[in-house]
């Protein structure tokens, strides 16, 4: 029997290799046409000429092709080949999309642009994009002016970067580890080069950190003792090859460093022998590999902020294990450090009535983290309930609104003079500091319930820690998703793999506001851009939300099912 099962077993590991290898060969065909469709997204294309609903589709099945790969990953006996398979393939995949347009997205020249400034001695948190177009290269101008103006007029490629940047209005958002990746990119690229081999260098440098990415998790899913064909959960997710290979978002460099922070705190965590006295010892080699775990989570801070977020988790869960003692340095290092690196941001001093905020450092970051709202859910119901619509005409306000309007205009009114707010202003700071305590609630909860002697809880409220952040954000930008990927084969529910296929209807948007500028969607009140946010933003999130409740309720149903029975088959065998 012994052996017939062991040929059973190798005969169904062959067929779920062959299976896995056509669907890579699909997946493949996939986004090479995906790659081919995405010229006639150049930036100059008229928007009702961009076949989105036909990429969206093939997106579909790709991702149709992804979960079949991870049910059979998911399976205990399989291919020795198989990791080998997944690793090749992701590279074949990110190549392929290497080489195509990005897809409704224009990000990428923001960071071509502030490699280029960087390379020349300017800090790009200093000028607006802005600025150096209305700009002439006289000697009348501050000198690092006249530079970047004399690097525009010189240049066309850099000249066309900058006219290509979103929001040139305020300088650049993005903190100065990733600012260090954008100028090696810029660095790296022949001078003379043409606009286009920029941005695919740019892009390389991305997808570098993307495959990087994926050999970490590997090493952590080995240091868990879990199926290291469970990382084709990364390696293959079709989002990571839209918003990294295609579009060239510069998270791929926090998530790479947040997912190697986490896998050396997991090492730290790991089992160590208590002495007989009872009082914990200092592994001095232990020790340097947690400092050494917090310069690299200050470092991802440094590239995106949104890594701060895991600190409360980690510093419980060193304190838990190793001790007041041993968290002080660690800690202490990586706050120092953080600080160090995110003091560019920072003004040298405070601006003063009237003063003009041209050389305000800060000025970007702090226009997106008031201003800045897409795609979003939880926020979206909270600030819609807030906001007065006694201005707003039918076609604005959501359908969603239970709130009074009274009550609302007295908030609102109330708040804007205590605070000296415009009343535009309020009901986005309301709704902030709401759904910040929400996930400040859920951090500590999360944090507090993790077990720091088990590295898959760990990984697991790490996980829950950065999912539920997004989830409560203002901006879930589908490239936001990609934050929590690394680390979602860790997580018990399934239900969670669906959000990397439900975030694609974000683009949605882009076709129904080109389409429908002004006339209302199927009778609605609603024209394009209305529409996907009061509508289509339910149709995104509102069954996700239901399915997750549900899995929740089952969960904690058979959980309270075994704790009865397990007292009662306790008495039966006392007596």
């Not at 607006?128 to 010189?154: D, F, G, I, K, Y």
């Not at 006219?163 to 954008?182: G, K, M």
């Not at 529409?531 to 999130?541: L, P, R």
Request: charged content about 15%.
């Amino acid at each position: 029997m012994t052996g017939e099962s062991t040929q059973t077993e190798e005969a169904t590991s062959k067929q779920d290799f062959r299976l896995l290898v056509i669907l890579a060969g699909w997946s493949t065909c996939l986004y090479g046409i995906i790659a081919i469709l995405s010229w006639q997204f150049d930036f100059d294309s008229i928007p009702t000429d961009r076949p989105i609903v036909a990429v969206l589709c093939l997106f579909a099945v790709g991702f149709a092709c992804y979960l079949g790969a991870i049910r059979i990953a998911w399976r205990p006996q399989s291919d020795p080949r198989t990791l080998q398979l997944i690793i090749g393939s992701a590279i074949v995949f990110r190549v392929v999309m290497l080489f195509s347009l990005p897809i409704q997205e224009v990000d990428i020249y923001r960071y071509l642009w502030d490699g280029a400034v960087s390379t020349a001695g300017v800090s790009p948190f200093r000028y607006s994009p802005q600025q150096v177009r209305l700009t002439e290269s006289s000697p009348q101008e501050e000198n690092a002016l006249r530079r970047l103006a004399e690097m525009r007029e010189e240049d066309p490629a850099i000249a066309e970067i900058l006219h290509r940047v979103h929001f040139s209005e305020l300088p650049t958002i993005y903190p100065p580890t990733s600012q260090a990746v954008f100028a090696a990119a810029n660095l790296t690229t022949p001078s003379s080069s043409s606009l286009l081999t920029r941005l695919f260098v740019m892009k390389a440098w991305f997808i570098g950190f993307d495959l990087a990415t994926l050999l970490v998790v590997i090493a952590l899913l080995r240091q868990l003792a879990l199926p290291t064909g469970l990382c084709v959960i990364y390696a293959w997710c079709p989002l990571l090859l839209k918003e990294v290979a295609n579009s060239g978002h510069l998270d791929a460099i926090a998530v790479f460093l947040t997912t190697l922070s986490v896998y050396m705190f997991v090492r730290c965590l790991g089992c160590q022998a208590v002495p007989e006295s009872g009082r914990r010892l200092i592994d001095p080699g232990r020790l340097s590999y947690a400092v050494l775990a917090g310069v690299v989570l200050a470092f991802a801070v440094g590239a995106k902020l949104y890594p701060i977020v895991l600190a409360p988790l980690i510093l419980l869960a060193l304190v838990r294990r190793r001790g007041w003692r041993f968290t002080l340095v660690p800690a202490a290092t990586f706050i120092i450090t953080t600080l160090a690196l995110l003091s560019p941001i920072v003004p040298s001093q405070p601006a003063t009535a009237g003063e003009s905020q041209a050389h305000d450092p800060s000025l970007g970051v702090v226009t997106f983290l008031r201003r800045w709202e897409m795609n979003d859910f939880l926020f979206l119901i909270v600030i819609e309930n807030l906001k007065p619509t006694a201005q707003r005409g039918p076609h604005e306000t959501a359908w969603f609104t239970v709130i009074p309007e009274s009550a609302r205009e007295s908030m609102v009114d109330s708040v804007s003079a205590q605070l000296n707010l415009a009343p535009a202003e309020v009901p986005f700071l309301i709704s902030r500091a709401i759904t910040a305590t929400i996930f400040m609630i859920i951090a500590v909860t999360l944090a507090w319930r993790s077990t720091p002697q088990n590295p898959k809880s760990f990984c697991e409220s790490a996980f829950l820690t950065i999912a539920w952040f997004w989830l409560l954000c203002p901006t879930l930008n589908p490239w936001y998703w990609t934050w929590a990927l690394p680390l979602l084969p860790f997580t018990r529910s399934r239900v969670w793999l669906a959000l990397s296929g439900l975030v694609f209807l974000y683009y949605l948007r882009f076709w129904l506001d080109a389409h429908f500028p002004t006339t209302a969607v199927l009778r609605s009140p609603y024209t394009g851009a209305a529409f996907f946010d009061f509508v289509v933003t339910w149709i995104e999130f509102g069954p996700w939300f239901v399915a997750l409740a549900m899995g929740f309720l089952i969960r904690f149903h058979l959980k309270s099912t075994r704790a009865s029975i397990l007292p009662r088959r306790t008495r039966c065998q006392s007596h």
